[in-house]
């Protein structure tokens, strides 16, 4: 048995112990998939919530613009719309990696995240604008007070997958030269000629980052739950 698995061990292909020895050297890439991957979620946000008003407004020219935006950019690939900010806007403008990197991930998020928003804000009762009316509010301040609030937190668990799709759809920075982890891994791997090693090391880095993301949607999650069921005791 022992020898069986002495010659199992001599035959493994890959160097195990080079992963230890090189996962510190992912630090700095890894900071940089987390900036990418927050920068385009905040202003994934903006776009997204501005343009769930625009979908649900009364006003058509807001209607069909955010129709249009949606349908395109949902319908076309990631990829292709990092590629056409990084090298398809170059007769007009030239965009360094890390910009583009980040305006294609806001962009593309903001797609995604506008139906959601929408859809939260349509679930919540017309009722409650009703009645926010019927006591002498405006429009605009019972949608920020009454039904804004609401729709948030029923947006938070499908905003929390979204956010994981995000972080690991910033490793297509790499095809346009940012140093994130993936750029890294291939780096180390094709001057070592360790890429399995290398690349394990980027599933790992992933694997927490997506970990950690998780548990802080869930603790948001929850804190906004156990902040609704108090408010109902009080009421």
Same mark, same amino acid.
């Given at each position: %048995?022992?020898?069986?698995?002495?010659?199992?061990i001599s035959k493994f292909p890959?160097?195990?112990?080079? =992963?230890?020895?090189?996962?510190?050297?992912?630090?700095?890439?890894?900071?940089?998939?987390?900036?990418?991957?927050?920068?385009? =979620?905040?202003?994934?946000?903006?776009?997204?919530?501005?343009?769930?008003?625009?979908? =649900?407004?009364?006003?058509?020219?807001?209607?069909?613009?955010? *129709?249009?935006?949606? /349908?395109?950019?949902?319908?076309?690939?990631?990829?292709?719309?990092?590629?056409? +900010?990084?090298?398809?806007?170059?007769?007009?403008?030239?965009?360094?990696? /890390?910009?583009?990197?980040?305006?294609?991930?806001?962009?593309?998020?903001? $797609?995604? +995240?506008?139906?959601?928003?929408?859809?939260?804000? *349509?679930?919540?009762?017309?009722? *409650?604008?009703?009645?926010?009316?019927?006591?002498?509010?405006?429009?605009?301040?019972? %949608?920020?007070?009454? +039904?804004?609030?609401?729709?948030? &937190?029923? $947006?938070?668990?499908?905003?929390?997958?979204?956010?994981? +799709? $995000?972080?690991?759809?910033?490793?297509? $920075?790499?095809?346009?030269?940012?140093?994130?982890?993936?750029?890294?891994?291939?780096?180390?791997?094709?001057?070592?000629?360790?890429?399995?090693?290398?690349?394990?090391?980027?599933?790992?880095?992933?694997?927490?980052?997506?970990?950690? /993301?998780?548990?802080?949607?869930?603790?948001?999650?929850?804190?906004?739950?156990?902040g609704s069921r108090e408010q109902? &005791?009080?009421?």
């Amino acid at each position: %048995m022992t020898d069986l698995l002495d010659t199992l061990i001599s035959k493994f292909p890959w160097d195990l112990s080079i =992963i230890v020895k090189r996962f510190p050297f992912f630090w700095e890439a890894a900071a940089v998939t987390l900036t990418i991957t927050a920068m385009g =979620i905040i202003v994934g946000m903006i776009i997204g919530l501005v343009m769930a008003l625009f979908r =649900i407004s009364h006003n058509r020219f807001f209607q069909y613009t955010a *129709q249009i935006y949606i /349908f395109v950019i949902r319908g076309t690939p990631l990829l292709l719309q990092l590629f056409i +900010i990084y090298y398809g806007l170059t007769a007009l403008v030239t965009i360094p990696p /890390f910009p583009s990197a980040v305006i294609a991930l806001a962009v593309h998020n903001g $797609a995604y +995240i506008a139906e959601i928003f929408r859809g939260s804000i *349509q679930s919540i009762d017309r009722g *409650q604008m009703e009645a926010a009316r019927s006591i002498g509010m405006t429009h605009s301040k019972a %949608m920020s007070r009454i +039904i804004m609030p609401q729709a948030f &937190k029923r $947006a938070i668990p499908p905003l929390g997958n979204q956010f994981i +799709i $995000a972080l690991k759809d910033s490793s297509l $920075a790499s095809t346009v030269t940012v140093p994130e982890l993936l750029l890294k891994g291939r780096q180390l791997g094709s001057s070592s000629f360790k890429y399995m090693e290398m690349l394990v090391i980027v599933a790992i880095y992933y694997l927490i980052l997506t970990t950690i /993301f998780y548990v802080i949607v869930s603790k948001t999650e929850k804190r906004f739950a156990l902040g609704s069921r108090e408010q109902g &005791k009080i009421w």
